[in-house]
């Protein structure tokens, strides 16, 4: 095994076959340090850190995608084919559409649409709908019953543009759809391309319809939830 561009890792089993995909690397280290046992880091190329432990005895890895689809694409692409990842479970965060969905609510997308031209490069004579996959929507959605964790699960906008000149974000939102984040279309092209599971998982930090925003100590508390979510369905 040599290792990718992207990722220091020559030896086998060094990487999960669950990963655990925050945008932000520092929140990688940060879930490893605080969620997983004797967790070992396994990458730092470019700072995007990669650790793998265990969470209640199960083998599980966690690594920093970076921001958008491009970067997500580079990581989850060498993940499922190089090294050969199953299961992949983005955790981020995203911007409300709807004015019943609130900061702080964990939203799951079950499908996401996107204003990018990712989906291109495969060719298809149509328009591809980026899906989730049913299994670990199903157990995310029965781990988060079970918690008694209320959950939205719907359709997600994954976007290029953080800062967008239009305000069309209104239109996706007329087709139901729920919220607004950057990368998880990318992964479930990837994912479904390539056999692999993808899902993600996400907390309301801020809500397009009314302007509100979270603190950082208000998103701590969604995060633990998110997090709960994320371990138990891995
Ligand atoms: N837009 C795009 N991505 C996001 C947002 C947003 O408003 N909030 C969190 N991630």
Redesign the pocket.
């Known amino acids: 095994m040599i290792p990718t561009p992207h990722i220091n890792v020559s030896k086998e089993g060094m990487i999960a076959e669950t990963v655990l995909l925050p945008g932000d690397p520092l929140r990688a280290k940060y879930i490893a340090e605080n969620y997983l046992d004797d967790a070992v880091q396994f990458n730092a190329v470019r700072n995007m850190f990669g650790y793998t432990g265990t969470y209640k005895g199960k083998k599980i890895s966690v690594m920093g995608t970076g921001m958008g689809m491009p970067s997500i694409g580079i990581y989850s692409y060498e993940l499922i084919n190089f090294y050969k990842v199953k299961n992949l479970i983005r955790i ?4 409300s559409m709807q004015p019943d969905l609130k900061v702080h609510d964990i939203v799951i997308g079950l499908s996401a649409s996107t204003n990018s031209n990712y989906a291109i490069q495969y060719g298809l004579p149509g328009t591809y709908a980026p899906t989730a996959s049913y299994d670990l929507v199903k157990k995310v959605v029965d781990i988060a019953d079970k918690k008694g964790i209320k959950v939205r699960v719907g359709n997600i906008l994954s ?1 290029d543009t ?1 800062y967008d000149a239009s305000d069309s974000w209104r239109k996706w939102a007329k087709m139901g759809v729920l919220a ?3 990368e998880a279309a990318a992964l479930y092209m990837n994912a479904a391309f390539a056999g692999a599971n993808a899902l993600c998982i996400l907390t309301v ?2 809500s ?1 319809v009314n302007g509100e925003e979270t603190t950082s100590e208000e998103r701590q508390n969604s995060f633990t939830q998110m997090m709960e979510l994320a371990l138990e369905s891995a």
């Open positions: 981020g965060s995203c911007g976007s953080f607004v984040e950057m930090s801020d397009l």
